[in-house]
């Protein structure tokens, strides 16, 4: 317990050593009037920009009052307040790389207290004669290739500090499109050049880029998309003509292009209306692939016409395309037994073959509905006399687009 | 020395503990609903011990919301060997504090070493502690209550005796308590420190007079004056030390007050509504004790005892929660709504053990066996002994491993590939959002630097968005329906605010909401976990907001927890120095009678003893015979039809295959095949809510069953009506199953070629920016119309837009109303009703819902102005079109038609969006209807949908004056890419609806694709 509480009081202690010392070490430097001559710098004159900061010596100083002194530079990325330093009986104020290496003007003064001792400026330039890249920008990155669009391509050469180049510097900015190689000379202005590159009327990939002496750019890339698509046609493509609802019909587009004969991108929409003449309405949808769109539909149960266009929403659209579909049976087998069974098939289709399972049967009976389903082309139902009152109905059958009313009576 | 005798009971009472505590919680304790929030909270300490501000959950918040003492310890253990290291070591050390606090507390109650001892080995096996630790893994409130009970006897020696070590010690033990749990002392000195007062001054007026029969109310008044001014100098401290130990969560709870909506929890749920509730919450905890009630009572209001009485029956009629309304009465509405009240229950249990186990002393080696055995004979006394030491056991086995058999978290997830995810090419710059992660997600929070919109410790929650909602976490909102989904869904919706980019998603139910907002998957962990993400958000800024404290205050805060501890070790250890070297001497601290006067009364509580005893057995009965009756559902049509669907949500088939009707000939093979050929938001992503089964003309052998059943699912909630049939076969009632669709695909093998899309991202392997070269340029989109429309008092935008560019884009809407003086009134995001990718060419309609909740003080404000920004990203997934609206009639009100699937991938969920258009085929209004089953490939899906008599809404304004695209106005677009904007595709083929307010309407399909190729 002892040992803990001395403990404490000797922590206790350092950090009261530690505050007082702190408090103590802010004295205040005494003012000294400083002769106006009495210190004089060797005025640094335009130079290139450099890694190695920039030592600036002083023709005439004393080394008593040198501690006095601060040297305020601002530079392209800020000012701040040097100290002048005696290294081996020579005194020096030493600008930083962090200031050296960018180019620009360079304000500087040298101040004791509130007294401006002297004032100047130098300019850095840049070193033009290690240049180390140009930087390229090029955008937007993809253009429609129409008379309207454009895309604009800017060269930036920097120096091995990544220092732009003064202007006038010469410029060579090339593009390639399908093997056509354009240079042109440009002048740097504040910095860079560039260069507005009007969209070609057929789709590809421009290709940038610029050099200047032996230093280049990367390469970069703009892609030429089609314009607005042109009116198409449509076409249908099936394996047969009847309605029985079980078969795909593919409804086609010619391959779409725009005014200049440019294939539309690969996954542009094409959506087909189709209305028939029983005022039903289908909608189905294809992306293109090398212009061509393909969408499919199923074929409708009974027998119809179709009215079908093309859209692309809002641009263009295809002339209308016709279809007629054929009925597959002209009339409805039907039987009742039992007094309560009511069978309706075999339902055959076009080749007297059976139609594909799952053909939807409507029978009306005293105003209420009942839908069955083919199976083997057959479909039957059986009345519960408990629901429905033993009586003689009219029954209305209705399948594949046809209808036909038989009379029962429910024992 | 005479204690060695006594001893051993505690020590093996200790060492059972360790064993069977120390063996089982590796299996337990990562499963428990609150260690793994402890742990996070643990890493906090550990990273940042003086800084209590984490940014890891709710976007921020202050860890001085909870005492730190427990975290810090686990923090400093962790450095030693992780996490969990930590965990376990301290969670075995709150077994060890509790066994020999329950030892301590007893010998104040009773003053019988044999009985503390007993109490001791009792409290190993109690089974509202293996719950607490094992179950909900309350470690803080552990060592919080365990502490305190070590307290108690200090703090009866200094109100007897007036040692002042008695009182330092007991001050210190109490400050360790405040430090590792705010809510254990401030009950506890209700609950456990009056009536231990009141036990003291009872003792006191005992000494002064010659029996129990002479303490009349003046000898305990005159007690009580001659002890208050320990009671008083005692209760100030400790006030004191209660405020001032955690004096910053103090400040930190009046600074920032909890507005959160009550959360639901099931403790303060009626036990007898919700027997789920009641057993965990009621029936686990007290288990075999609720037999000794009667002896307890009988013991409690005893005189010496009277005030514990009354503590313990508060405690119990507390722990009731809201099987009655007093405990809503006793604390109000906001306390019974902010406290779970399971702890009362424990605390109840607790205090009865000292009395179970002078029971158990009186049992095998006091007065009751030689009464019992004089009754009973000696073997049914043994008998009756092991009988009742089995089911303590079992009912302390069965609570451990009742995670095992009734999971309340999901798997234990491998975080280490979601942990290298975030750490990946600086995805902790943005938020996360974890979905269907349990407890777990507090684990996954602790190893990432990666911060969470979502978090568990509500009581912290900031975010206007979650305080106003009763929902529990983001990551399980499934369970609180649809106001649950819809906190999710304000997340998922603008997802920009919190810079959340990254949702990790272990439950495939929110995977259509996350693809109906606009999100896309990125990749399958290989832990099984789903990456989505959302294009376009900005990630966090290197400088968050945070609510700072004075330095006092995290000084505090740090130093203060672990000092009480070192302070105690200090006390405790310089007081055994001082005591070894005196001769101990064994002294009585209060007069303990069990002499004959004890026996008064024991008939009668025989008597009662063993009809209390025939009533427990009679409940037990009753609930396993309920039990039974619930697995034989085929008594009734109602309760098979219920089991039936039961067993369908729960995807048991095989439970569900077993209903149906045996002569169906369905057998399981073909039955599994069907269901695994459904699919949709009804099969596969939809939760049964509630079910309502009435049967119709019945009749001996069938009966129709008409099943209302509401279903959540991640997009709407869903009621389904099915009529079945059932029969009745042997007694039992099946159900006849219906017919499959036998409708048969056109084509066997199917071609089909088309267009993909991939986007490299980075295409040089850098953590630098993205390089200029390899950003792509953001799709141009147009808005061609935009509306803002009133409809009610609610205001909407509502518009479409279409990708004009020759790449596919995926769009964010955004939509924001202003006032006359253009000031923001509200600004949300298109949610669901909009198609978030589309491919060239392609357009959507959009709308934008604006809940703005006027107070009274602001005055009802129509909006005069609204602006509309897109912000367009390539997207490269997601872009499929699968369904073909087909054969559509309108018929009166009703819209019939099926959707066709001309495609080779199923669309799971298919998504209408209808569009509705005044008589000048002006866009007025757009809704999104889902489909509820899929549509396989080349298959059709028949659907009808209802043409609500919709209202028209008040067009307020229309035009595209504030509209932009990623910026840039909408009409520079619309000049520069499409100046020649033609009606084609747009008026056209508008479908006609008669005697509608409206006069068109127009399909727009979309599909979520759940598993694609």
Known sequence: MRKLVSNITFWALIVMTAIIYSCSEKQKIEKTAIAADAFKIVTPIDQVVTKNGIKIKFQSYNNDDFELLEFVVSGTYGTTVLKPQLHQDQLAIHIPEVISQHSGIIEWKLIAGETTLERGSFKLLPNIKQLKTVENYVGPRSIIANERDYTMLVSIPVDSLDNMLPDQTVVQMSKQFKGDITTTTKKIQSGFAWQRIPAPLTTGRLITGSTLQQISSKELVVDIFPDIAVPFKITKSSNHNYA?????????????????????????????????????????????????????????????????????????????????????????????????????????????????????????????????????????????????????????????????TKSIELK | MKTSKTNKYLITAVLLGIIFHGTSMFFTVERTYDALIHLFFANHYATSWFEPWSYSWYTGFTVMGYPPLVHQTIGVLSLIGGLKF????????????????????????????????????????????????????????????????????????????????????????????????????????VFFIFPLIGTVIMDAAREQVHSNKEITFSAFAKALWNKLRRIITFGACSLILIIGCILPYWINTKNNPITQVPIPHGSRDNFLEVTSSGLVFFVIPWGILMVFLPYFLYRFYSKRLLFFGFSFSLLFILGTGGTTPIPLKLLGENAFNILTLDRFTLWASIMALPLFGEFCYRFTDGDYKEILQRKWGAIVHRATGGFLAVAFIFMAVFTITLGKFRPSQPDEINMQPIVNFLNEDDHDKWRYLPLGFGDQMAWLSAQTNATTVDGNYHSARRLPELTSRAVERLENSKYRGIEGLGSLQQFLTVPEKFHLKYVFSNDKFYDPLLYFTGWHRLSL????????????????????????????????????????????????????????????????????????????????????????????????????????????????????????????????????????????????????????????????????????????????????????????????????????????????????????????????LMFESGTRFFNHGKRKITSEQTFHEDVLKQ???????????????????????????????????????????????????????????????????????????????????????????????????????????????????????????????????????ISYYNENKELIWTEAVYIDESVRPQRKRPFSILLEDLELPIVLASHLDNVSINGLPNQSISDKVHPNRNKSGEKEFLLPVDNKPYSFISITTNAYIGNPR
Request: include cysteine; charged fraction near 20%; proline fraction near 5%.
């Open chain 2, 779 to 913: 799709p141009v989109v147009e808005v061609t119309t935009a509306k803002m429309i009133q409809r009610d008092s609610t205001f909407y935008i509502v518009g479409s837009i279409q990708n004009v560019d020759n790449i596919p884009a995926d769009i964010a809407v955004t939509g924001a109303l202003y006032d006359r003086d253009n000031k923001e009134i509200a600004r949300y995001n298109s949610q669901d009703i909009v198609k978030h990718k589309l491919l060239p060419k392609e357009t959507t309609p959009f709308l934008i819902q604006f809940d703005i909740t006027y107070d009274e003080e602001k005055l009802y404000q129509v909006p005069s102005n609204f602006e509309v920004q897109v912000k367009a990203n390539v997207a490269t997934t997601d872009l499929y079109q699968t369904v073909a609206p087909s054969q559509i009639d309108i018929n009166e009100s009703q819209l019939n038609g099926f959707l066709f699937n001309p495609s080779i991938e199923a669309a799971t969920i298919p998504q209408l969006l």
């Open chain 1, 244 to 404: 029985d609802g079980n078969e795909i019909i593919i409804l086609q587009t010619d391959q779409i292009k725009d005014s200049h004969g440019n294939i539309m991108t690969d996954g542009t929409l094409v959506t087909f209306f189709i209305k028939d003449d029983h005022d039903n309405s289908w909608q189905t949808t294809a992306s293109t692939v090398n212009g061509y769109a393909f969408a499919k539909a199923l074929h409708p149960q009974a027998p119809s016409t179709w009215t079908v266009k093309g859209v692309i929403n809002g641009m263009v659209e295809s002339p209308e395309l016709n279809i007629t579909f054929k009925s597959i049976i002209d009339e409805i087998p039907f039987s009742f037994s039992e007094n309560k069974i009511v069978t309706i098939g075999p339902l055959t289709s076009y080749l007297g073959q059976l139609v594909p399972d799952g053909i939807p049967v409507q029978l009306k009976i005293d105003g209420s509905e009942i839908i069955l389903k083919t199976h083997n082309g057959i479909s039957t139902y059986t009345f519960d006399t408990k629901i429905i009152e033993p009586n003689t109905y009219d029954i209305q059958i209705k399948t594949l687009g046809i209808t036909t």
């Open chain 2, 525 to 748: 962990l290989e832990n099984g976990i789903t990456v989505w993400e959302k294009a376009g958000i900005s990630p966090l800024p290197s400088i968050l907001p945070k609510d700072d404290v004075p330095l006092f205050q995290k000084l505090m805060w740090g130093i203060i927890p672990f000092s009480t501890v070192v302070i105690s070790i200090f006390l405790y250890l310089g007081s055994m120095l001082f005591y070894s070297y005196r001769k101990k001497e064994k002294k009585r601290l209060y007069i303990y009678e069990n002499g004959p006067e004890t026996q008064k009364g024991q008939g009668w509580l025989y008597g009662i003893s063993i009809f209390w005893l025939g009533v427990m057995i009679v409940l037990a009965s009753i609930m396993v015979y309920g039990i039974y009756v619930e697995k034989s559902v085929q008594l009734t049509p109602e309760s098979v039809v219920t089991a039936y669907y039961d067993a369908i949500d729960f995807k048991e088939f095989e439970r569900a295959h077993s209903y149906i009707y045996p002569a169906s000939e369905k057998d399981i093979s073909q039955f599994m095949l069907e269901v695994s050929v459904t699919d949709g938001l009804l099969s596969s992503y939809a939760k049964m809510d509630s079910i309502a089964v009435t049967v119709v003309d019945q009749n001996e052998s069938t009966v129709k069953a008409i099943a209302k059943i509401k279903w959540i699912t991640p997009l709407k909630e869903i009621q389904t009506t099915d009529t079945l049939s059932i029969t009745k076969n042997k007694g039992d009632w099946f159900i006849v199953p219906e017919e499959v669709d036998p409708d048969i695909p056109p084509d066997q």
């Open chain 2, 86 to 189: 930590g965990m376990f070591t301290v969670a075995l050390l709150g077994v060890v504090l509790f066994i020999t606090g329950v030892y301590r507390f007893t010998k104040v109650l009773i003053p019988n070493e044999k009985v503390a001892g007993y109490a001791a080995i009792m409290a190993v096996f109690s089974s509202c502690f293996v719950e607490t630790l094992h179950i909900f893994g309350q470690l803080p409130s552990i060592i919080g209550i365990s502490i305190l009970m070590h307290a108690l006897p200090e703090i009866y020696k200094w109100l007897k005796t007036g040692k002042k070590i008695a009182l330092f010690k007991a001050l210190a033990l109490l400050a360790v308590t405040v430090t590792s749990h705010h809510v254990t002392p401030i009950f506890g000195m």
